[in-house]
Every structure is written in structure tokens, then in C-alpha cells.
């Protein structure tokens, strides 16, 4: 409880039999223990009096009683209070009549709550009922009859039926008082209780002849102020002499019961003796008061025996205090008391009621989070009234007990939406008794979802490929990722990461649509500059703060058949003539050249096959159609040309194909001088200049050069004739002479038709048998080149041949 330290003075004034007024105090005990306060009232205010501010009384801020939507739980199913939330002020609502609430039961008092939200706090609040003089004393009966004999002794005693007051105190019967006193007296006797009764003493000698009847006034007076007072006539008939009073054999009869006995259980029996002979001997037997017992016991006028009427109830009455009587046929009477002490079964189930609940929680909430405010009542008592609150098993809630029967359910392990957004939760309330009872109420409480799940993709990367010179705007591929959270927490958004491609951003060859993951192309690709690109897609959810989660995609550009194949051999120059001898002694399969030529595109697109344009029957040259060699095919004869022209096609094996084209010159002769006059044929191609002066100087300058030529070639063969004893092979081919090598073709990552490199030289006398090769850096070879004078040079040149091609 808490200490005094201030009070509160109400004042109620009331009319009462229109002239008297009184002044009600009420007293308010405040204090800081466990948040609880105490208020005493009169009963019988009216609706909208001042009751006490809680605000000022519990050092609360008005604010806090608005904002924590404070509210009052009271045990009772009516509201006698309500709580002013803009001023804390505490008023009736309903009037209070504390008979009706306690009954006989002093001091009268009832129990709330004052439940404030966010955070969750209660606090007591006793409010004790005060009783004002609103009843005066009342007999059950509106007359008392009584018969006596004349023979009645002094002193003989009458009981009278006691009068009711429901108030309690000083507000309740205190006395009763007599009239007129000529022949009786009055006494009165408190019981054990506190109640009080009166009992009716003959002083004087009776005289049936003078008087028959006597008519008596019996008044019972509270002690209010002013008292109240209730009446009751008595009526005394004087019969003949019967001069002995049944007595009972028991002064106080006791006797004991279980509320759920059936109507009809005997209960006890009573008995009294009357020394009386004959007619005045015979006894009867009744109950005298019969306010509460009336409707549950009867007693068997003639043999005493007391049996349940109606239906007991431990809660209700718990126990009964009856006047018994016996009366003999001549008008005495004799008295006892009965008492009847209802036992208590478990008979009522423990009754739960959540004081407040919102059903939902975050799932971050941490441990001891409160969850509910439950309240259990059980209308048993003793160990029938004891019990427990329990929740469901495997749930990560417990239930901790709060001071008044109150209970909260809490939070004692984590909470996780994804596996569990809804708790079906039972609670369960087991009283102690013999059976024990138990109930079940099931609450539904759902789990708030907070952003604590990254979004997750379906694929730890994503491949695709793409063909080269696609549309602008075409789509590629879908990511998709999941994120397990829930609404604005689970929207997720793509974005691609920069990073650089062949030294550009990503994002100048690639967008993304942020809602639906599609990748879109916004450039044209090129194999040929890049054949796959490496990128970094990130899923960000719409939470607050955001979760990202990264995935790599891999676009392979594949290719197209949109290069041509390219002629790297032989050169086509327009300022001078390459031409190929062929010794007209050349056995079938003679190496001539080789045509070498490279596709920038891959794979099949990169396939070359080689092929002569419109070679005629008798052709003395074919080329292979893989590796472009030009070879022989059969002997030479006379008949064939000194000069021969050959076209090849080089196609690659595309869908469709591509082509190139080059012209291979080819003089069939065994001697220096009879190939250097077809020289002149290939360069002038049979074109005649009428200039006779040019001719002549032309003639001197070649017959000059021939002279010097012829001496060269005689050394030379003097000179490498020796080798062929050691090196000889059977055919030797005037080898490809490459005068220019790209840089982008020595090596095409293996889709071009050159692999490696081969540096050689070559020797060739006129006697393609006695022709010899070695390898050796820089590689030089000798040809025949004629300028765009008609003047033919020695010439050195490089040539590259793949791994795969066996030099003959």
C-alpha cells in the first residue's frame, strides 16, 4: 500500500426526508509503491463526480495518458468508473450501491487497472466503497404471531424474528426496543457475527380471562445519522396452561456440505423434547429466519430432519446460520441454531482474458518483448482456486506472471518471418483442484516482416551467347532473383556494376530493366573485336536500409560469316609481275606455289577450301583444295603454253560462303633466257608500242641485263651443286614468296589458317630435281620478279606456313 501523503476531500450533499443534509468525505491514498493507488468513495454517488486525478496521484504526464491511449480494465463486468484521458481526471460512471457489490462484506472494495500502451505499463487502483445509512432495519414478516399460556412462568423466554439491515457499521441494526412493556420485556444478544437479536421476556403473570390478545410494536434502529427505523407488530395469543417449553438436544447444530450435492440430500436431523403430556407434549419443528435459507433447505416439521431444496453454490453463499424451532400444540417454543457450511468443489474452469493484445510483433523483436497482458480468474477457492498458465510447446514465447493474477506473455527466442510468419498459440489455464480443470484460449499472432534477407539469384552466374551484328535493343537474357521478405522488403530492382569492356563502360553495350532483370544489347557486337563480355548484375530489395547481392553474366558473342577470306600469297602488286617457273622436266606433283590466305571469322566460317577458276581438260595445274597448293597434275608436254595464267578461288565454308580470288603467274621453261622473254609477254601482254626508238633502248637494256643474269646463274649452280649429294629431293617446288606479312595475321587465336611460323630458304637451279631448301633466319629466297620496267631482280622475301603443311 502506499503511504499517506496528501488527501482529497469530496463533499456530497443529499436530501434525506427533505430537510437533513450530510457531508461525505472521501480520503485518497497515494504513494509510489509498484504503481499503486487507493481511493475510498461513498457509495451511491452520482455519474461524473470527481473520483481522484490519477495524473497528480501516480506522477504521470497527461500527455503520456493520451499517447498511451490509457484505458481502464476492471474485474467486474460493469464499469462504475472512466478515466478522463485529456485531464486524468478519475469519475463515476455508473452508480455504485455497495450492497450490491459486497453484500455483508466490510470493508467493500474492487480492483482496476490503468493499462497504458507503448510502452506497455498498468497500474492498481483500489477503490474502496464507503456505506451511507440507505437502508433501514426490516422484518420478513409483516406481523409476529405468537401463543402462550397463561400459565406461563416468569422469565419465560420469546425468540423474535431478527430484523435485516444490509448496510454495515454504524449504519447498520444496532438495537431494538419494545412497546408497550406492561407484561414483556426485551433483551438483546449479539452472536458471534456481530448481529444482533431480540428475545421477548414475560415479567408479569398472564390472565387468558382479561386479556386473550396482546398487540406489541417491536422497532429495530440503525445507527446512522440520522438512524433509520423499521417496525413489526406482535401478536400474543394466551392459550391454556401448557407450563414446560420443548427443549432441543442440541443448543448449536452444525453440519456440512458439498455445493454440488443434489437437491433432496439429507443434511442433519434436529430434535427437542417436550416434558408436556398428551397434546401439549407433541412438537413441531420450523425454521424462523428464512431470508437466504428459505429456497435451499427444508426441515421436516414432524421429524426433524433437514434436506437440501434447491441448488447450493460455494461462490455465491458459503454459509448459513439457522434459526430453529420447536413448538409444542400448547404455544411453547423452544430454540436452537443450525449452521450449514457449504464445502468447495473444482466446479468452475479457470477463465482467461487478454487484457491486451495487438497480434502482430517484428520479427527482430529481442528476448522479453511483451506480447500480451493476460488476466485469469478462477471462482474457486483455496487449492481449487490456484492455477497455472501455460503456453503451447516449441514456440519461442513463455508466459511470466505479473503482480494481481496478471500474466505476460513474452518473447524468449528469436523470431524469424520466413520460416514462421503466423504462431497459432494455445494458452492454457490448470487450476489445482482434484480433478483439475483447465481451459484453452488460442490466439493467432503474426510476425512483421523486417528486411533481413538479401535477395538471393537463381544461378550462381548466368551464361548466354549472342550472334554478332545483333539489332540495337534486343534482349539477351533474365535474371531473376528471390529475396524471402516480405511486400516493400521483397521488391527488388537490377542494376548492372560498371566495369570496362575493351576499354569502354559495360553499360555503353549493355541495359537492364531494373523491374523485370531483362539485359538488352544497345550496340551492334563484333566478334572479330570481341568475343565475350564479362559483367556484374546487382538485385537491390526495396528495404530501409536496402540488401544488395551481386551475379556475374557471361555473354558470349558467337560469329558470323561477315569476312571474306584475305589472299596473303600470293601479293597482287600492280607495279610488278610474280611469276612461278616450272621446269618442263617436273614429275606429277611438283610443288609450283601455295596460295595462303586467312578468315578473320571462326570456327566453320574460318574452314578454307581452295579451288581453280575454270580449269579446262587438259590443266596441267591443280590445287589441293585444303592446304591452296598448286602442284602438277601430269607431265609437261610441248604442246602446253610457256605462260600460264592460273585463277584461284579461296571460299570459306559460311552460310552463306565468301570468296576471294587471285591470279597465280606460271612460266613452264628450263632455261634463264626463255623465261626472262616470257617475262616481257606477262608485263606488255602482247602489246605493241609503235615506237620504234623505245623498242631499240629496250633491247640494249635487256640483251645487258641477260649478259650479267647469265654469268650470276652459272656461278650459283657451280656453287650449290656440291650440295646435292647430301640433300636431294625428288621434286622441288619454286616455294611461295611472301614480300609483306600483316601483323594481325601471324596469329588468330586459332581461327585463321595460319598457326605458326616457318622461315626457309630456298635454292633452285634449273633442274627442279636438283633443287635444294634449308631453314634459317631471316629465310630468304630467290625469285624471278619483273619490275614495271620489264627488268628482272633477285629478289628475298619471308614466308609463314602453318605447323600442318609438310614443305615438298
Not at 474492487?110 to 498498468?122: D, M, S, Y
Not at 427444508?298 to 437440501?308: C, S
Request: charged share 20%.
Amino acid at each position: 500500500m502506499l503511504d499517506v501523503d496528501g488527501e482529497h476531500v469530496f463533499k456530497l450533499r443529499q436530501s434525506w426526508n427533505l430537510s437533513s443534509r450530510f457531508t461525505i468525505l472521501l480520503f485518497c491514498l497515494m504513494g509510489a509503491v509498484n504503481g499503486q493507488i487507493r481511493y475510498s468513495i461513498p457509495e451511491e454517488l452520482k455519474p461524473g463526480l470527481f473520483v481522484g486525478d490519477v495524473v497528480k496521484d501516480l506522477g504521470l504526464d497527461v500527455k503520456r495518458l493520451v499517447s498511451g491511449k490509457a484505458r481502464l480494465v476492471i474485474d467486474d463486468s460493469k464499469q462504475y468508473l472512466e478515466l478522463n484521458r485529456n485531464n486524468g481526471n478519475l469519475v463515476v460512471k455508473e452508480r455504485m450501491d455497495r450492497e450490491e457489490i459486497c453484500g455483508q462484506k466490510s470493508p467493500c472494495s474492487f480492483g482496476l487497472e490503468i493499462l497504458l500502451e507503448n510502452p506497455l505499463e498498468f497500474f492498481s487502483v483500489t477503490i474502496e466503497i464507503e456505506d451511507i445509512n440507505d437502508h433501514a432495519p426490516a422484518f420478513s414478516k409483516k406481523e409476529i404471531n405468537l401463543e402462550t399460556s397463561e400459565w406461563a412462568p416468569i422469565g419465560t423466554v420469546f425468540l423474535l424474528d431478527a430484523a435485516t439491515d444490509p448496510d454495515v457499521g454504524l449504519n447498520t441494526l444496532q438495537s431494538y426496543s419494545l412497546k408497550p412493556t406492561d407484561h414483556f420485556s426485551l433483551k438483546q444478544h449479539n452472536r458471534a457475527d456481530g448481529s444482533k437479536y431480540a428475545e421477548m421476556v414475560l415479567q408479569n403473570p398472564l390472565d387468558r380471562e382479561k386479556h386473550s390478545q396482546h398487540l406489541l410494536i417491536l422497532t429495530a434502529v440503525d445507527g446512522g445519522n440520522p438512524p433509520r427505523s423499521g417496525t413489526v407488530q406482535i401478536v400474543i395469543n394466551v392459550l391454556d396452561a401448557n407450563d414446560n417449553l420443548p427443549v432441543f438436544t442440541e443448543t448449536l447444530y452444525k453440519a456440512s456440505v458439498q455445493e454440488n450435492i443434489a437437491p433432496g440430500t439429507f443434511i442433519i436431523k434436529i430434535s427437542a423434547t417436550d416434558e408436556d403430556e398428551g397434546h401439549n407434549g407433541n412438537v413441531t419443528y420450523s425454521f424462523t429466519n428464512m431470508e437466504e435459507a428459505h429456497q435451499v433447505f427444508i426441515v421436516n416439521a414432524k421429524n426433524g430432519e433437514v434436506r437440501l431444496s434447491g441448488n447450493l453454490d460455494y461462490e455465491v453463499v458459503h454459509h448459513y446460520e439457522i434459526n430453529l424451532q420447536a413448538k409444542d400444540h400448547g404455544g411453547l417454543a423452544g430454540t436452537s441454531k443450525l449452521v450449514i457450511d457449504v464445502l468447495d468443489v473444482n466446479d468452475n474452469h479457470p477463465i482467461i482474458a487478454l487484457t491486451s493484445f495487438s497480434g502482430k510483433i517484428q520479427e527482430d523483436s529481442p528476448h522479453g518483448t511483451v506480447v500480451a497482458l493476460i488476466s485469469v480468474q478462477d471462482l474457486d477457492s483455496g487449492k481449487n482456486g490456484n492455477f497455472n498458465l501455460n503456453v503451447n510447446q516449441n514456440v519461442p514465447f513463455t508466459i511470466k506472471q505479473s503482480p494481481r493474477k496478471y500474466y505476460t506473455l513474452v518473447t524468449n527466442g528469436a523470431l524469424d518471418r520466413e520460416k514462421n510468419p503466423i504462431f497459432n498459440l494455445t494458452l492454457t489455464a490448470t487450476d489445482e483442484g482434484t480433478p483439475p480443470l483447465s481451459k484453452e484460449k488460442t490466439v493467432l499472432l503474426e510476425i512483421i516482416d523486417v528486411n533481413d534477407n538479401a535477395p538471393s539469384f537463381s544461378k550462381n552466374e548466368y551464361r548466354t551467347q549472342i550472334v554478332e551484328n545483333n539489332s540495337l535493343g534486343v534482349s539477351i537474357i533474365k535474371v531473376q532473383a528471390n529475396d524471402a521478405d516480405k511486400g516493400q522488403n521483397a521488391r527488388i530492382t537490377y542494376s548492372l556494376l560498371e566495369s570496362e569492356v575493351s576499354g569502354s563502360s559495360v553499360s555503353t553495350y549493355f541495359s537492364i530493366n531494373a523491374d523485370s532483370g531483362i539485359l538488352y544489347a544497345i550496340r551492334s557486337f563484333d566478334y572479330e573485336q570481341v568475343k565475350e563480355f564479362k559483367m556484374q548484375v546487382q538485385a537491390q530489395d526495396g528495404g530501409s536500409p536496402p540488401l544488395r547481392s551481386n551475379v556475374t553474366i557471361f555473354v558470349n558473342v558467337q560469329d558470323q560469316n561477315d569476312n571474306a577470306p584475305q589472299i596473303l600469297y600470293p601479293v597482287q602488286t600492280s607495279g610488278s609481275v610474280v611469276a612461278e617457273m616450272v621446269p618442263r622436266s617436273a614429275d606429277v606433283g611438283y610443288l609450283v606455289t601455295k596460295v595462303v590466305a586467312v578468315d578473320v571469322d571462326s570456327g566453320q566460317n574460318a574452314w578454307l577450301s581452295y579451288k581453280l577458276h575454270n580449269p579446262t581438260d587438259r590443266a596441267l595445274f591443280d590445287v589441293g583444295l585444303q592446304n591452296g597448293e598448286i602442284r602438277t597434275v601430269r607431265k609437261v608436254t610441248d604442246k602446253d603454253a610457256v605462260k600460264q595464267k592460273l585463277t584461284v578461288v579461296v571460299e570459306d565454308n559460311g552460310q552463306p560462303s565468301r570468296s576471294a580470288t587471285v591470279n597465280v603467274n606460271v612460266v613452264v621453261a628450263d632455261t634463264f633466257p626463255e623465261v626472262l622473254s616470257e617475262f616481257t609477254d606477262f608485263t606488255h601482254d602482247k602489246e605493241y608500242n609503235d615506237n620504234l626508238t623505245f623498242y631499240l633502248v629496250l633491247a640494249l637494256a635487256v640483251v645487258s641485263f641477260l649478259f650479267i643474269m647469265s654469268i650470276i646463274a652459272i656461278l650459283s649452280v657451280k656453287c650449290y651443286r656440291w650440295r646435292r649429294e647430301r640433300m636431294f629431293y625428288k621434286s622441288g617446288a619454286n616455294l611461295p614468296v611472301i614480300p609483306y606479312y600483316p601483323p594481325l595475321y601471324t596469329d588468330v587465336g586459332g581461327t585463321g589458317t595460319l598457326q605458326h611460323i616457318y622461315n626457309y630458304e630456298a635454292y633452285r637451279t634449273t633442274d627442279s630435281r636438283k633443287s635444294d631448301r634449308k631453314y634459317s633466319r631471316p629465310p630468304t629466297e630467290s625469285i624471278i620478279n619483273l619490275d614495271t620496267d620489264g627488268t628482272p631482280t633477285l629478289t628475298h622475301a619471308f614466308i609463314g606456313r602453318p605447323a600442318s603443311s609438310a614443305l615438298q
